[in-house]
């Protein structure tokens, strides 16, 4: 099956920096790879997502790009602020996967004033 | 205002007991899934369902058991079965495949 590894597992940058998240996957029949935000007690929201087709996509301040030859897709997030501190997952999923999305295991992104 | 329930948000169980958790959607999604998440573990799957009355196994299936009687409705039970059930639980829906999955808020199970 597949498997999504993902680094650093905590992230600590000032505010107003640039914060980077990687992720590699294993299969090369995924072609879905969204990226998740978790605040502490919360349930997982989508901030951004990527299919196979393309190789980047930006909004505002958050950027997700894919090298479907390296099987590895990273997060951007610039001009960090401080409710950009959450934990953060990459996810992929194949097309005709049924059992949906492989999860990374989150990376804790901490925003120092 | 569409979305996905979970309940309760925290629930207590004590040892040997059996202890379901529920999970709604009004999002009229076909798939629903449930995650467990621990410390440093990300989200791992238990169950999931593509259809009503159909339901599989995902990777740590042991010590649960779901039912999908009705769309929108998809809970789990975690039996005595489970050893180390006290966990974060997410359940989730999606339309179709490829596509955004929408969480609930989770409940918290602690086993006492």
């Known amino acids: 099956g597949e498997n999504v590894e993902q680094h650093p597992s905590t992230l600590s940058v000032q505010e107003g920096d640039s914060a980077v998240i990687k992720c590699t996957y294993s299969d090369s029949a995924s072609n879905y790879f969204p990226w998740y935000k978790q605040e502490l007690g919360k349930g997982p929201q989508l901030i951004i997502d990527i299919r196979s087709n393309v190789g980047e996509k930006k909004d505002q301040r958050i950027a997700v790009t894919l090298n479907k030859t390296a099987k590895h897709f990273s997060l951007h997030i610039t001009e960090t602020q401080p409710e950009d501190s959450a934990v953060y997952f990459c996810a992929a999923e194949k097309g005709g996967g049924a059992d949906g999305l492989t999860f990374g295991k989150g990376t804790h992104l901490i925003i120092q004033p | 205002d569409g979305g996905i329930t979970q309940s309760p948000k925290y629930l207590f169980r004590k040892e040997g007991q059996n202890v379901t958790l529920s999970c709604e959607q009004n999002?009229?999604?076909?798939?629903m899934y449930w995650y467990r998440q621990d410390p440093g573990q990300g989200l791992r799957l238990i169950y999931y369902s593509q259809i009503v009355n159909d339901f599989q196994k995902g990777d740590i299936a042991e010590g649960y058991s779901v039912s999908r009687e009705k769309k929108e409705s998809f809970p789990l039970t975690v039996t005595s079965a489970q050893k180390n059930p006290t966990a974060f639980y997410l359940c989730?829906?999606?339309?179709?495949?490829?596509?955004?999955?929408?969480f609930g808020q989770g409940t918290r199970l602690t086993v006492v």
């Open positions: 989730a829906s999606k339309a179709r495949q490829n596509t955004e999955a929408f």
């Open positions: 999002l009229n999604h076909d798939a």
